[in-house]
């Protein structure tokens, strides 16, 4: 028998019981909800005579239906201003903690969680919502799951899973300039395509990992979900325990020291093994983009949109031709000058403090070219607040960004903040999938510096040329 | 939730690989409709050409599958977005059972919360058992027996694997929290060990 990884170890500290062939029933530390699968769960349980088993392990926030429109109220969206209602009825009922508009601790649930210090490393951590995988960057063991698999964990604060397969992917080496966590996680998932994560959990790990900052390791297992791997995660470090200390829900005082040397045990043992292992050189990664309606479909900033009659499968070249028909793309073009109609910064994926200062940086003295529609969304309340401490929404402000209130947004749509059909947009967010950002609307993922290049030049462009 | 014991049905065939649960169904459907309402919002990304028309190629606008129940699909199916919306969309559809190589983790188990199989095959198999349906989807059923764990096709019989305990609870049409629930001691004997242990998790 080898060592155990850290997946291993967090699983088995979860165990209520075992229930044979793989399967076990997990206890599940925190569930965060939001405003469209909470309050259809919290009334689906109490139609069938059941109750919040733990309402104090639970918390809740709108992010997906609100509007962010920056003079927002409850009802911009009145869909919206429905949803948060019940939410509010909902959680007061039950006793859940809701984070409401404008107060700390609204925002998207997967910005929200680490920076409330509400996720932990070594906590089992659901919400419904896929990715949830973002809060592995912790050091959790971090899943989205479905309404009926939220309402089982509103009654028993337990779950059934089947323990998924370990797969490491080590990032080596230091990444070039203007290339980002975005790029790397997008880099990989190009190289091994979006099903090649699905039945496992997925550790990150090596020497570009280490050196990663907490905010840059949360963007990374954020895609996990886009490799196919409901779970991933990496090992906490002093990175992770100095990102949490202090933050309103971590431990503190005895507390915190007690956490911090039980979280020291949770790194997987030196002959631990992995059931599949990858590497990436990230001195070979360049900025991405992607072209099609896959995250898979990603290619280097300079590289040309690939042509799908050199794909060896004929259902991969199914795939790409279908994928390029909707982008309105050409195979054998540069994907480089490619006229981009919208820009949206925002998103779980890419939407905190960081990633928009990234953004400044690039935006700071340009203006956004005529035509373009582009927006910054920061991921919560608090990132918001710092970002206006620091004076980064008048940066995005004097360069004809608009700068907006905390939510979701346009990544998934769901509060009519869309995309219009074929009108061309680079976001930060993670799916670029038909229809994700509005019927017919052309999503390419990118990091926020390429998705301000984007802005600034009115075209799909690499940042590294603009000399930020 | 509705038992599954034995199925027969005509198939319908999606080989396409990566079909995501937006494609399935979009989020706004789902804001705005009920879970049993989605039938015509099932994969309108697809089934309806930019006009608005049926498209004739799309299997639920084709004649030749009309009452499919069973889904032959391609790898990674239901990949993406936890909606489990996806599920109801295409129950709303008449599908009961999906066939496909792999398929996306958290929508596998939302099918067996909704009585709705997903089978695991491999590809060549799918496309063997699709190059027979294609002939004539009416005239060559598919039967999905749950009870042997196995598919009949003409000729043809398969087996397929899935798990004991999802098994039972699709034959019975189980509420998995009701027998949850029956583990309550254990759970909360759990709870009181790891309170002690990691105390700030429950603080
Ligand atoms: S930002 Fe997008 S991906 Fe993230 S939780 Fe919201 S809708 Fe989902």
């Known amino acids: 028998m080898g060592g155990q990884t850290l997946f291993d170890k967090i699983w088995a500290q979860h165990v209520v019981a075992d229930l044979g062939n793989g399967t076990a029933l997990l206890h599940i530390d925190r569930h965060i909800m939001h405003d469209l699968g909470g309050p259809r769960g919290l009334a689906d349980i109490e139609a069938k005579g059941y109750r919040v088993r733990n309402p104090e392990l639970v918390f809740a926030t709108p992010d997906h239906a609100v509007s962010s429109a920056p003079d927002r109220t409850e009802d911009t969206n009145p869909i919206g201003g429905k949803f948060l209602r019940e939410l509010r009825q909902q959680a007061a009922r039950t006793g859940i903690r809701l984070f409401d508009l404008g107060q700390e601790g609204q925002g998207i649930v997967h910005v929200v969680g680490p920076e409330m210090g509400i996720s932990l490393p070594g906590a089992t951590i659901v919400c419904g919502d896929s990715h949830t995988c973002t809060h592995g960057g912790l050091g959790a063991l971090a899943f989205g799951i479905g309404s009926s698999e939220l309402t089982h964990v509103l009654a028993t604060q337990t779950l059934v899973q089947r323990k998924p397969r370990r797969m490491r992917v080590r990032f080596e080496g230091a990444p070039q300039p203007g290339v980002t966590p975005k790029d790397l996680i997008l880099f990989l998932i190009g190289c091994i395509g979006a099903a090649a994560g699905t039945g496992f959990a997925v550790e990150y790990a090596g020497s570009a990992i280490r050196a990663l900052p907490l905010e840059g390791r949360l963007t990374i297992c954020n895609l996990s979900i886009e490799l196919g791997a409901k779970m991933g995660l990496i090992a906490p470090d002093d990175t992770t325990y100095a990102y949490l200390q202090g933050r309103p829900f971590a431990p503190r005082d005895a507390q915190w020291d007690r956490a911090v040397a039980f979280w020291r045990t949770l790194p997987g043992d030196a002959d631990a093994t992995f059931d599949v292992e990858h590497e990436i050189d990230v001195a070979a990664v360049a900025p991405q983009i992607t072209w099609g309606t896959s995250p898979q479909d990603v290619i280097a900033i300079g590289d040309r949109i690939p042509d799908p009659d050199k794909a060896a499968d004929p259902d991969r070249r199914k795939a790409m031709a279908a994928a390029l028909d909707y982008m309105g793309l050409q195979p054998g073009e540069a994907i480089e000058g490619t006229k981009v109609d919208w820009v949206f910064i925002g998103s779980c994926t890419n939407s905190r403090l960081s990633d928009l200062r990234a953004a400044a940086a690039v935006a700071r003295g340009r203006k956004v070219a005529a035509g373009v529609n582009a927006w910054v969304v920061p991921g919560s309340e608090i990132v918001r607040r710092e970002a206006e401490r620091e004076g980064l929404h008048t940066v995005f402000r004097d360069a004809g960004f608009e700068w907006r209130q905390p939510g979701c947004s346009m990544c998934v749509a769901a509060n009519g903040e869309q995309v219009p059909p074929k009108a061309r947009s680079v976001s930060t967010s993670n799916r670029n999938f038909v229809g994700r950002q509005g019927p017919l609307a052309r999503t390419h993922l990118a990091s926020p510096a390429m998705a301000v290049a984007a802005a600034v030049t009115g075209a799909i462009a690499d940042v590294r040329k603009l000399g930020a | ?203």
């Open chain 2, 1 to 203: 939730m509705e038992k599954f014991t034995t199925l027969t049905a005509p198939a319908a065939v999606l080989l396409r690989q990566n079909i995501d649960t937006d494609i399935i169904v979009r989020i706004e459907r789902l804001i705005t409709l009920g879970r049993k309402e989605l039938a015509p919002y099932c994969f309108e990304a697809l089934r309806y050409r930019e006009d608005g028309s049926d498209d004739p190629a799309f299997f639920l606008n084709d004649p030749a599958s009309k009452g499919a129940r069973i889904l032959l699909a391609g790898r990674n199916f239901g990949c993406g977005s936890s909606r489990e919306g996806a599920v109801w969309a295409l129950m709303c559809v008449g599908i009961r059972c999906v066939i496909a190589p792999s398929f996306g983790d958290i929508f596998f188990n939302n099918c067996f919360q909704n009585g709705v199989l997903p089978i695991v095959l491999d590809a060549a198999t799918i496309e063997s058992l699709a190059d027979t349906v294609r002939q004539d989807p009416q005239a060559q059923p598919l039967t999905v027996d749950l009870e042997r764990q196995q598919l009949r096709l003409a000729n043809r019989a398969i087996g397929f694997e899935v798990d004991p305990g999802r098994r039972e609870a699709l034959l019975e049409g189980l509420d998995e929290i009701g027998v949850t629930l029956q583990r309550e001691p254990e759970i909360a004997a759990f709870q009181a060990r790891d309170r002690a242990l990691r105390p700030w998790i429950y603080s």
